[in-house]
């Protein structure tokens, strides 16, 4: 594909290549497969692969059970997508290659120049970074005007929405080509227009994060029961009013006013919560070592993982009924 070709179509209408077949990888896969897309799964590591292959087989079906998904029960997604342990081969003719290695500057920047080494003049090059500079990661690449963020957020295969992040150096089109493609395949794209490290969703998200580990590390209550509030509470209302909306639902004076009161008491700590180093330092990661915040070792985790799928696709009807506004005051 030309750049000039790229300008009057959508990347992705013949072959999508990912770079990277974990936890990430493989469901960003699925969701350009579900989509229609040709998609090219490459990973070094053929025991990731798979791994990849297996992880693939239960996203697929848990979309196929849940409605969302139903040519072929499936078999045509994946059919759509092959595994490769060449990067050339994986990359070769592909209109778009999204990064999706380990969240290490070093490591990403090593692999985005080896993937445009090996493409065509006309790809489009993303990385899946939740963090890190796109320009930074740009500058290391002979045409970073071709180089954007896409930032799924896990599992990719059911969230709606990508944030679509720009570099300082990114053109229009592939930012153009790449929304246009998410359209396509049922995605939803915001587009970042400021690089800023952890771009919309991440900052938000940690935010609420750091203070709900505050909570856990004062003995404000337990794990569980923050959980619950959260989940009960607002995290309820997230689906259909996000933040502006329910903010002019309940009232912008009531919500300027709960802020004023509460902003001196949040947490200012520019360190991750001592509970939370605590944990990681022991090993205890989350449902990757047996246990976290909780214990997971005597669970079915394949089964939770689909139990987990279930819920978030129950959501997406609730999502897709309240997707905006009617209209947005921007003045």
């Known amino acids: 594909m030309s750049e000039t070709a790229s300008e009057d179509s959508s990347v992705g209408e013949e072959t999508i290549a990912v770079v990277g077949a974990g936890t990430m990888g493989h469901g960003i896969a699925v969701a350009y497969a579900v ?37 072929n029960d499936g078999g045509d997604a994946m059919d759509a997508i092959t595994y490769a342990t060449s990067l050339p081969a994986a990359v070769d003719g592909a209109d778009l290659v999204i990064e999706a290695v380990t ?21 489009v090059i993303a990385t899946n970074t939740s963090s890190l500079s796109i320009t930074e990661l740009g500058s290391a690449l002979d045409r970073p005007e071709r180089f954007l963020g896409t930032h799924w957020f896990h599992p ?23 929304t246009g493609t998410l359209d396509r395949i049922g995605k939803r794209p915001v587009v970042v227009e ?31 029961d923050i959980d619950t509030a959260i989940k009960g509470t607002f995290g309820f209302r997230l689906p259909a009013l996000g933040v502006f909306e329910k903010g002019d639902h309940s009232g912008l004076d009531i919500h300027a ?34 246990r976290g915040v909780y214990d997971w070792r005597d669970v079915d985790v394949d089964a939770a993982t689909e139990a987990r799928d279930r819920q978030l696709l129950s959501l997406l009807a609730v999502y897709h009924q309240r997707e905006r506004p009617a209209s947005t005051d921007d003045r």
Request: net charge negative; with cysteine.
């Open 257 to 290: 006013k709960v802020l004023d009161e509460l902003l001196d008491e949040i947490d200012r700590g520019t360190t991750p919560s001592d509970a939370l180093t605590r944990l990681a330092d022991e090993g205890r990661h989350g449902v990757k070592s047996g």
């Open 103 to 123: 969240e290490d500057r070093e490591v990403k920047s090593s692999v985005l120049a080896d993937v445009e080494a090996a493409v065509d003049d006309g790809t």
């Open 156 to 178: 990719p295969h059911i969230v709606p929405v990508v944030e679509v992040v720009k570099g300082e150096e990114t053109a229009d089109w592939p930012v153009d080509a790449v």
């Open 194 to 224: 400021k690089d800023i490290p952890g771009f919309i969703g991440n900052r938000i998200q940690s935010a609420m994060a750091h203070e709900a580990w505050a909570l856990l590390n004062d003995g404000v209550a337990s794990a569980e």
């Open 35 to 71: 989509g229609g897309c040709t998609v090219r799964l490459y990973d070094a590591d053929a025991d990731a692969l798979d791994a990849a292959r297996a992880a693939v087989r239960g996203a697929v079906s848990t979309l196929v059970a849940h409605d969302e998904y139903d040519l």
